[in-house]
């Protein structure tokens, strides 16, 4: 079947809506076009997710699982993936073709293009999520146990029909993640953090701690890097404050980007960094690599779990405490969530201005509370009208991103940080998304406006880098637009 004679035995004609020449072994002719597989594939296109049962019967996974437990006493798997793909297919290709003539089982040509893909996945790649990782359309990936896998695309979670073998196998694809990057996942250490080769950001929780079998999440990003400009296609900003926002990272602004899970700070913090100058020096701390810049002098660093013994740790504050010592010009944190703030507020007062970081808060106002709470947390016995004080003159922006209960996506805030009266910080909104309602689809109907702030406090700031009459020019323009 699948050796020089098989099942797929019409040259010539590719089937519809598969990409299958990638898993063909050498030898083995096309076959004609099939019934549409009722199962997702890597053509985005065709691999559509849908929130109904398995369209595969328990008698395909029954067989699955007896073909693949063969194919492991046969075939040495570890060293198939030193292999090349295209050979280390052939060579899975031949044996299973074995093993189904020997057992005689009798499959029709989707089944056994289906079971070939299935098991090329299995043992060379990702398993079932192989084709959930090729669409580009997909921003998380949630698998709660072997069984139950759900997506997001368009802002909307939908459950799927991907399903794994069993828990074990699910288990065994959250160990090939983690273990690309240096780390584990076990009974001893259930909870990992991780990334994929394309920056992707990976979560697995493992038994005893999930209950129902292994946890995965993956934030996927996509494979073109989103700009500000596409940003404003989608709405999540006007042309004028991406004008204003692109301004900010050029000038240097010390900026904080604040939103709540799935807001989009990450891509919104990778637009920012696109206006980072090429010759300056970047030092990124992140506890799992996702950064994308795209400048040429970049240091990225990343955090490390304690061992077996628990030690050897490395934290984010180690990596930011460190930064200063490596003579960055900007440092960019990629989520702020304990007393690093402390070090990398200093780090924003003491010469390396355009430094950037996101954390989680719902307002801009929020965000400055939560500044000072993780500064507290960390052990620092400082007066709270010393870390306020601090926080104004080190933060100069604070960017709001929100995730509304339609799926979209928005800026809401661009928020001046002025300084205090008082105990009191005193802040300044740029731009603001107000919500107007929504339509009889249930779409959220807003609109962004410009408080009309003629001069903002970072105007001396553009004047010195030479940007004050594009600045000017996108106040005004964003004052017009809002007239009109």
Known sequence: MFGKKNAFDDPGIEPAGLVFAELRPS????????????????????????ATPDARSEDYYALKRQAFAALVETIDVAQLSNMGTEQAQKEIGEVLHDILRAKKIVMSKTE???????????????????????????????????????????????????RFRDNQQLLNVCQRIVSQVGRRVDESSPICDARLADGSRVNVIAPPLAIDGPTLTI??????????????????????????????????????VSGGTGSGKTTLLNCLTAYIE????????????????????????????ANLEGEGAVTMRDLVKNCLRMRPERIIVGEVRGPEAFDLLQAMNTGHDGSMG????????????????????????LPSKTI?????????????????????????????????EGDVVITQDLFVYEMLGEDASGKIIGRHRSTGIGRPAFWD?????????????????????IAA
């Open 219 to 256: 934030r996927k990003f996509k494979k073109d890097k989103l700009t500000l400009d596409q940003l404003v296609r989608f709405g999540t900003i006007t042309p004028e404050g991406a004008r204003i926002l692109e301004i900010i990272g050029r000038v240097r602004c010390n900026v904080i």
């Open 461 to 481: 700031r553009a004047r010195y880098y030479g940007e004050e009459k594009r600045l000017a020019a996108a106040l005004d323009a964003a004052d017009t637009a």
């Open 112 to 162: 056994q293009r289906d079971l070939f893909k299935d098991i090329c996945n299995d043992v060379l790649g990702y398993g079932p999520l192989e084709p959930l990782l090729a669409r580009d359309d997909i921003s998380d990936i949630m698998v709660n146990g072997a069984d139950t896998v759900y997506i997001e695309v368009g802002g909307k979670i939908v459950r799927t029909d991907v």
């Open 388 to 420: 306020r004080d601090m926080i104004v003159s080190s933060v100069d922006v604070i960017v709001q991103a929100a995730r509304l209960r339609d799926g979209s996506r928005r800026i809401t805030h661009i928020t001046e940080v002025l300084g205090l």
């Open 27 to 50: 030898g083995v002719a096309p076959a004609a076009a099939p019934a549409p597989a009722p199962v997702p594939v890597r053509a985005p296109a065709v691999a559509v997710a849908r």
């Open 358 to 381: 996101t954390l989680h808060a719902n307002t801009p106002r929020e965000a400055i509370s939560r500044i000072e709470s993780m500064i507290t947390m960390g052990g620092y016995t």
């Open 278 to 305: 090429p010759d300056e020096r970047v030092i990124t701390c992140e506890d799992a690599a996702e950064l994308q810049l795209q400048q040429p002098h970049v240091v990225r660093l990343e955090t490390r779990p």
